[in-house]
């Protein structure tokens, strides 16, 4: 079976940070508006080639062939296609960064759908353009995506209904998750590392109100639950750190909506 970024399997693959020397870690922003886009190109390629690399040791079968497939991989390397989606097309960040929340949706409704280097540039160009056309007011027109993205107008068309009928029309989300796979995609890399400033919060008391439950992938931080009865204490420190996280978020975007310059954040 495909694994998408929320499978646990594909997170072996990840270098911790504790092999790199300090010297050569990056520190980037606390939140992903303000990232460097080439910082975020280079982290999300990095997952995505990780990603790519366990899926194609999965035996293709005709039943698992879609529109995404190409015959052979395409001769140039995610980081490169990246970086010629966001020189052409002046995409912005959120836009970059919800490609991954979009394979945990398809992959969690398909989950015979896999990104593997025959899949994954097919699928970073539609993503790229129905995330534009979602999240931004302005964006290109799908000859210009076509073109970036080496294929044809027609074929990003067909590609477009495809991709929207395996997501299920879902392209939107939230602030909140974004920054929560932000946060985990640098986590994850070996290279950066997120300044955190600190912030004053109000404690919380209401330990049994709901949280917001966070979608699980290689970008984004491992379930809550367990079964294991013996670890339910530091399940609850773990819940407790996530509804933390959370409130520390919204009240950053909070304090954004008070300033006179609201950076993109989707």
Not at 82 to 107: A, N, Q
Not at 175 to 197: D, M
Request: proline residues 5%; charged residues 25%; glycine residues 2%.
């Amino acid at each position: 079976m495909a694994t998408s970024l929320n499978s646990g399997e594909q997170t072996t693959t990840t270098t911790t940070a504790t092999a790199t020397p300090l010297s050569t870690i990056i520190q980037v922003p606390e939140y992903f508006y303000a990232v460097d886009v080439s910082y975020l190109s280079h982290m999300i390629a990095d997952m995505l080639g990780r990603l790519t690399s366990h899926n194609d040791l999965i035996p293709l079968t005709p039943s698992n062939l879609t529109r995404f497939h190409s015959r052979t991989p395409p001769n140039i390397t995610l980081s490169d296609y990246l970086r010629r989606i966001i020189k052409f097309t002046s995409i912005e960040k959120s836009c970059l960064l919800i490609i991954l929340i979009y394979i945990d949706r398809v992959c969690e409704r398909h989950p015979h759908f896999t990104i593997s280097s025959l899949t994954v540039h097919r699928f970073l160009i539609t993503a790229a353009t129905l995330s534009s056309k979602a999240l931004s007011d302005s964006y290109c027109t799908n000859s210009h995506y076509a073109k970036i993205g080496g294929i044809s107008t027609q074929e990003l068309n067909a590609l477009e209904l495809e991709f929207l009928t395996l997501i299920d029309w879902r392209l939107a989300s939230t602030g909140l998750v974004l920054q929560q796979y932000y946060a985990n995609l640098v986590e994850q890399h070996p290279c950066y590392q997120r300044i955190i400033t600190p912030l004053d919060l109000p404690p919380i008391t209401d330990k049994s109100s709901p949280s917001r439950k966070r979608r699980r992938s290689s970008a984004t931080s491992e379930g809550w639950d367990d079964d294991d009865n013996d670890d339910d204490d530091d399940n609850d420190d773990d819940e407790e750190d996530h509804r933390i996280e959370e409130q520390r978020i919204w009240a950053h975007f909070d304090q954004l909506s008070d300033l006179d310059g609201i950076p993109y954040i989707a």
